[in-house]
Each structure stands twice: as C-alpha cells, then as structure tokens.
C-alpha cells in the first residue's frame, strides 16, 4: 500500500514537474536581443498552483499591510499593471516618484504630478502610501550635488523639502522612510552631502521636521543589509536606542530585504534582530523585498522553488512578530524590476512573472499569510 501511493505521488510529481516544465517560454526581456528564459507560467498552471484570496483579503485579519513599490510610468499605461497591483496589495510605495530628483529637478520648484497620480490611485483603491524616501544620498537633483550651499543653506533646504514633501500628504500618507541607508557596513554613518554639512545630527533634524509637518505620520528609519546581526544592523539599534532615548519621533526600522538565491541573512539572527528592536518599543517593516535568482547554474524550475521558499520564510518570520507591520516587495511584476539595471543580468526577482501569472514565490507568501493565526502564538490576529 505505501509504495503504491509513493508510485502515485511520483508519478504525479513528475507530471507536474513536465507540466510547469512545458510553459516555459521563449521570450525577449528587457530589449535584449538575445531571447532568453523567461519563466512564464501559463493560467491554467496558475489556477492549479494559487486557488486562494488574493494577498490583500489577508491583510486584516493578519495584522499588517502587504505592499508593493510602483513604477510610475506603469502604472500610467499598463492596465494589468493597475488591475494587479490593486487586486493584490493594500499599501505602495512610490520606487521614484517621491525621491527629491524626482520631485524637484530645479531649484525651487517642485513638480508633485507622478507622486499625485500614485497617491490618489491609492485612495481609490483603498491602499496605504509608504512615504520615500525624505533623505538619502542617492536620487538627488544635478542643482544640489553640485551647487556650492554652506552647511546652513543645505540644512535648510533638506527642513523645506521634508516640510514641503511631507505637509502636502499630510493625513495621506501615514508613514515615512525619513532616512534612508545613513549607515555603512563597519557601522561608521555614511559619508553624504548631509553628514557632512551637519555630522549624524541630520538624521534627528529629519525625523523632527518630518513630525513636525504631519505629527500622525509613523516615521522610520530605512536600510539594507541591516536585517541580521552584524555591525551594521548593531549601528543602527543604537542609534534607535539613542534617538529614543532622546524623544526623537522614530516609530520603526525599514528593512530592504534585497537578497538573492545564494546572498541571504541568517534568518535565525534576523528573527532576534526584530526581536530586539521590538524591546525597544519599535516597529519592523520589510521594505524591498526581492529575490535575484540570476546567480548560480541550477534549472530554472528549481531556481523558483528556491525563491520560493526565501519568500516564504521571510514573510513567516515577519508574520511570527506583531512588531513586523509590513511585508512589502520592491515591484510585483518581473515585467517591471530594477534588477536587471542594477545587476547587468536578466532577471526574475518578483512574485509575478512578466504576463502577471503568479510564480510558485506567490503563492509562499500566501500560504504563510493563510497561517498567520497559527504564528506568534494567534497574537497578531484579530479573529
Ligand atoms: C532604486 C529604484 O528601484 C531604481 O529604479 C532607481 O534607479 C534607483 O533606486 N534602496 C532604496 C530604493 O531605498 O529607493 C532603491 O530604488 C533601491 C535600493
């Protein structure tokens, strides 16, 4: 009896196996002219591997906010694109919209019309914002890396563009990256335009102006690399516990989660590092999620499982603490991924794949949310 339900259980695993095998398809990505594997998982497929709620019918009952970061120019033109993201997701996250070169490519003006349009595709679609990002030392205009301001004038620019940013989404957007990626991996800060016009103490100035502007608004501070314990992840619970100390507005820490197939953090010292900051009194999101898979020379199939499971176990683990209030992915579709730009390779690093099937990473992630009551104890479910 038992080796003929094996002999059953193998055959249908290997049909399976031939089945998901057969739908991958040929396909041209990212201009390249040499077609590539793209992994395309065709709906009958899907039906068989996602029969359940999409993402965001979990998101209540679990506790948390399940988001994406939106390509603007997407979500202006690709209606998939919008019927996806607004199905699934309860919170974005703007990827440019709302980084200062964005906003402001000349001196003294700002042009608010992508973060408006992402704004009010949130409202009417019920959906949280995730402010970013107010300061970091990337995404800032040509007339402010390379004009010559005082450490005065630069203070100032930065309490105006966070008082501008911030006071317009008042009461729109609950929550902000205020800074993001202040600290280097030997824990030292960053050395940046701010840091060097006014030492680490920009990072509090931020936090206090961005209070000042929308007092409701949850402020965080935002990293990568910071999710397990090392010097960097050590840097910055220090800092918290300093900016707490000192009644500095700091609700929570930001973790990116960028990783790849063979690059992930010890999750056991992830689990203690939330742990941690939650003694602190402070929340945990993840922020960016994605996972590359373009290293290494395993099947493709076998390459999606494995993305697979690091999408499930790190929205266990964020499931598994009530600090963790978000588990958010940097995009959703591999149609639209800074990864390829970023990497030089191809690459698959999202829950969806390019024609907005789920991938098997997808149904992971849901399979962990449908269990959220059994984590942490029920603690975080509300019923
Ligand atoms: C990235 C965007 O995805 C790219 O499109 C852009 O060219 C550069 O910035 N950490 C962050 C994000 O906090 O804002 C970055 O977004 C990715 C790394």
Redesign the pocket.
């Known amino acids: 009896m038992r080796s003929i339900t094996f002999g059953i259980v193998g055959i249908v695993a290997v049909a399976a196996a031939l089945l998901l095998a057969s739908r991958l398809v040929i396909f041209p990505a990212f201009g390249d002219p040499d077609a590539i594997l793209v992994p395309i998982i065709q709906t009958s497929v899907v039906d068989s591997l996602s029969g359940g709620l999409p993402l965001r019918a979990y998101t209540e009952r679990c506790g948390l906010t399940v988001g994406a970061?939106v390509d603007i120019e997407a979500l202006r033109n690709d209606s998939l694109y919008q019927a996806t993201l607004a199905r699934e997701f309860d919170m974005l996250t703007p990827?440019?919209a709302m980084?200062f070169r964005e906003l402001s490519p000349e001196l003294g003006q700002y042009d608010f019309s992508d973060a408006d349009l992402l704004v009010d595709f949130a409202r009417s679609h019920d959906m949280q914002v995730r402010g970013?990002?107010l300061v970091?030392h990337?995404?800032l205009p040509r007339w402010l890396q390379t004009g010559d301001f005082t450490p005065a004038a630069l203070e100032s620019i930065l309490l105006r563009h966070i008082h501008t940013l911030v006071g317009r989404y008042q009461g729109q957007i609950t929550l902000w990256d205020v800074v993001?990626?202040a600290v280097d991996f030997d824990g030292e800060f960053r050395d940046t335009l701010w840091m060097r016009a006014m030492g680490k103490d920009y990072i509090e100035i931020a936090f206090w102006a961005a209070h000042q502007a929308d007092p409701d608004a949850r402020l965080f501070y935002?990293d990568?690399d910071n999710e397990a314990l090392n010097a960097k992840s050590d840097a910055i619970y220090n800092l918290m516990k300093d900016l707490l100390a000192r009644g500095v507005p700091v609700d929570g820490v930001a973790f990116?989660l960028?990783v790849g197939l063979n690059d992930t953090p010890n999750w056991s010292d992830v689990q203690r590092n939330i742990q941690r900051l939650q003694d602190l009194g402070l929340e945990v999101q993840i922020t960016?999620m994605d996972v590359r898979i373009q290293d290494g020379n395993l099947p493709l199939m076998e390459k999606l499982a494995q993305q697979s499971t690091i999408y499930g176990t790190a929205a266990t683990i964020c499931l598994q603490s009530a600090a963790c209030t978000s588990f958010s992915i940097?995009g959703f579709t591999d149609r639209y991924t800074?990864i390829p730009?970023q990497t030089g390779n191809p690459d698959f690093p999202l829950l969806f794949d390019v024609n907005y099937q789920p991938k098997p990473a997808y149904t992971s992630v849901r399979d962990a949310l449908r269990a959220c009551c059994t984590l942490d104890g029920g603690a975080r479910c509300s019923n």
Do not use: D, M, R
Request: glycine share 6%.
């Open positions: 970061a990827e440019n980084k970013h990002t970091w990337q995404g993001n990626e935002s990568y990116h960028h960016e940097w800074w730009n």
